[in-house]
């Protein structure tokens, strides 16, 4: 059998190395920005413009070693601009753009915690940011990034090349922010040889080869992005297709119609990608894709649901999509990305357990998958090259096979610590030197089955957020002190993803908890872009005798229907102080509540209803932006969705500009 990495760059030792080699290669990477726009970039013109970067930044006065924060929405400028950072020793950070609180937050805890970082963004972000900075009391920190900051908009000409600094295997190449996290970031940092050595392992375990084609549409700031469609990619000199993440949430059928034209072999999505797609596709028949050519789509990022999978690949396989494309890994940025791999083109294989036989050291019980105990897990293969994989107990011994454990890692790829975090460092590594994922698992048959988490962390749409950061923006309500709400993801049964809830300690009527509830759901709505699926009320909060939150007992009083009759009681009562639905005023009225009432679907929406306390997630906002932008172009702009919140008052807004044009 020939080696699989045959002709890939494998003698890179760093990120330098590799770009310095794969210049005089005849790749490209192309940036898909819509159906029909497509553009093309060399290997070779990217070095040069990264260059031309690089001596732009230096002139600025940023010098190796100093962090620059990459806060962009175009793909192609944040890639020309990586390169940039890493050609002159520069550290690049990644931070989201966002359209919520929290992520400009977010931005700016990051620009204290890094120092005096520089920043490269364009005009209107850094005005946004100064705006909300002005608000939020933090002039300062913005004040600071100002003086530091490039903008994209004043690049012309490129034409000089910066000095390039040849970086060792053992520099910092990069620092991947955790992506869910806001009061507190921990800041992942990787060297050019971990990067290197997650590359090498995953080549010869997915056994890409340079006759590859990959599409992704996951942003550059996650590390499936950015590391695995991009870094992966550029080492094995695969043919990189990237396509902007807000176009696939905008137009997700077009994801998979751009695969079937590029001929992919390569695709990759967290679960709730699957299930975006699947819902806008509904029961349409598929026509005129043709998916025969896909031999991997990864599947990551978040807990994997088996159901899903399986109804993506059977509503997929009218386009010649094969069962065994479905790749499901485990990884995790401490990882440089990669964890472990099943073998490619193995069928998708399960095991369901008993769910109460689950807890550390306990030796798991097969049963059938249509017990009602049973809980079905995925395979996620074993570890790959330059890595390994162990199960411990509660006190980081080995556990043997077929018993629920920690989940232990070590390898050339794994990090060497947080940036500046002496406290997480500590927790992050066992005394031999192996690093705590943070979940759990079991090896069965030699292989690795994630059961679940140890640390607390919700999974929403493909990012990890903490239960802490979201209990805090629910805090700021009047009577919402510390240890009286908890928030937790829970997967209710029958659903394919997790679910964001809100437990709040009430003895009370629900009559006099649904005002809490809403002002609650909508907070974290507003504050943060995600949905809250229900706010439950609870008599108890449970805790340890040490007095930690016990959110596990609170997920599993939920999907046993303990909170059913208080839950039917809220629906009843929010349904009756609806009252009749209130006629629209206007045509554009009108106009704005179809397009809601299409993104929001299953939702009755009154023009006085507020989208956030609807549970209008970032994603469907931009759903909603993207439908109000095809009736009336260049109007509305997605941030003032928050502005104007009802239909009634984004109406008055549309048509005060409207008259103004006229």
Known sequence: M???????????????????????????????????????????ELYERALGILHHLQRLGVRRGDKLILFLGSNEQFIDAFWAALLGGIVPVPVALGISEEHRHKLLRIARKLGKPFIYTERRSLERIAAFAAEAGESETAEALRSRAFLVDDL??????????????????????????????????????????????????????????????????????????????????????LMPTELFIRRPLLWLTLASRIRATILCSPNFGYKHYLKVLGDRPIEGVDLSSVKLIF??????????????LTRLAPAGLARNSMYPVYGLAEASLAVSFPPPGAPMRTIALNRHRLGVGSAVELIDKGSRDAVQLICEGRAIP???????????????????????????????????????????FTADGWLRTGDLALIHQGDLYVSGRAKEIIFVNGQNYYPHDLEAIAQRLEGLELGKVVAAGVR??????????????????????????????????????????????????????????????????YVDGEFEAELKELAALREAQRGPETASRSEIEEKL??????????????????????????????????????????????????????????????????????
């Not at 990120?15 to 970039?41: F, S, W």
């Not at 556990?399 to 500046?420: A, S, W």
Request: charge should be negative; charged fraction near 25%.
């Open 492 to 557: 209710p049964p029958g659903a394919e993803v997790e679910q964001l809830m809100l437990f709040i300690l009430h003895r009370g009527s629900m009559q006099d908890f649904l005002p809490l509830a809403t002002r609650a759901a909508r907070l974290i709505n507003e504050q943060t872009g995600l949905e809250v699926a229900e706010v439950v009320p609870v008599k108890r909060i449970p805790k340890t005798t040490s007095g930690k939150i016990q959110r596990h007992l609170l997920e599993q009083g």
């Open 386 to 428: 330059y890595s390994s994989v162990r199960i411990a107990d509660d006190e980081d011994r080995p556990l043997p096979e077929g018993r629920i454990g920690h989940l232990h890692m070590r390898g050339d790829n794994v990090t060497r610590g947080y940036f500046e975090n002496p406290e997480a460092n500590a927790a992050a």
């Open 156 to 241: 012309s000409d490129i034409s000089r090349a910066g000095q390039v600094h040849r970086a060792r295997p053992d520099d910092v190449a990069f620092i991947q922010f955790s992506s869910g996290s806001t009061s507190e970031p921990k800041g992942v940092v990787l060297t050019h040889g971990n990067v290197i050595a997650n590359a090498r392992g995953t080549i010869e375990a997915a056994r890409f080869s340079q006759d590859d084609v990959s599409l992704s549409w996951m942003p550059l700031t996650h590390d499936m992005g950015l590391i695995g469609f991009h870094l992966i990619m550029f080492h094995r000199r695969v043919h990189a297709h």
């Open 593 to 662: 509540r179809t397009i809601c009432d299409a993104a929001l679907g299953g939702k009755r929406v009154d023009v006085s209803d507020n989208l956030f306390e609807l549970g209008a997630s970032s994603l469907k906002l931009i759903e909603i932006h993207e439908r109000i932008d095809r009736e009336y172009p260049g109007q509305v702009d997605l941030t003032e969705l928050f502005d104007f919140p009802t239909i009634a008052e984004l109406a008055r807004y549309l048509e005060s500009k409207l008259g103004a044009a006229a």
């Open 2 to 44: 020939p080696n699989p990495t045959t002709n890939a760059t494998t003698s890179a030792t760093t990120l330098t190395e590799l770009i310095e080699a794969n210049r005089k290669h005849p790749g490209n990477i192309t940036y898909l920005e819509g159906e029909h726009d497509a553009r093309d970039v060399s290997y070779q």
């Open 299 to 312: 599947n990551g990022a978040e807990p994997i649901s088996v159901e899903l999978c399986d109804e993506f």
